[in-house]
């Protein structure tokens, strides 16, 4: 495949994952903006459609630092959405109840955000993009999830809002389920990061 087709799929790509997020935000937002932002799987997709946004304005930017900002944020953004993917499917669809699933599943911003969304990012950054190349941009997914896992158990504990998910739930577990579900939540976003840093790098050695 030519750098010029590739450059075009993930526009393409890009362009699907802005007007697909886009339209899961503008369905939720019209349910409820007061606990809009409380949510991983929200935080995640607006960081992506920002993200697709930056690299449809600015994919050919001869301007380093811009091009190093644009492929961070497509980063983090492909590395959260992989998160939310997974923990729907592997944890929250498997072991919840059939109330859960249809709450997450059975809407278009449910089946958008948890499904269609991840995919499509996902699939443009690591078999598309130019990504990241360093280790320690691993630290960028890890950070951010721990600021906002950080933030909601502060919220919770404090009772200004109530957990978005059943896990950040502080006055209904011990501290150490509370400090096992951190750890592997951390454990999980940092495998994340790893495993989509080299696909997409293996992409790059393939090409090669």
Sequence with gaps: MTAKKQHNIALALNIAAFVLGSV????????????????????????????????????NTQNKRLRGAVTASRYLGACMLTMTFLVVVCIFVPFGTEVTTRRLLGSVNGILHHIVCPLVSVIS??????????????????????????????????????????FFEVYDHPVWELIAWFVGLMAMITCIAAAVRLGNLAKDRKKK
């Design 24 to 59: 899961g935000i503008g369905f939720r937002l019209t349910h409820s903006l007061s606990d809009f932002f409380l949510y991983y799987t929200q935080i995640s997709n607006v960081i992506a459609v920002i993200s697709s946004a930056m690299y449809i304005v600015c994919r």
């Design 125 to 166: 950054y690591i078999f598309f993009e130019d990504g990241v190349k360093t280790r320690r941009a691993l630290l960028i997914p890890f950070t951010a999830t721990a600021i906002y896992a950080f933030t909601v158990y502060t919220l919770n504990f404090l009772r200004l809002a109530e957990a978005p998910y059943p």
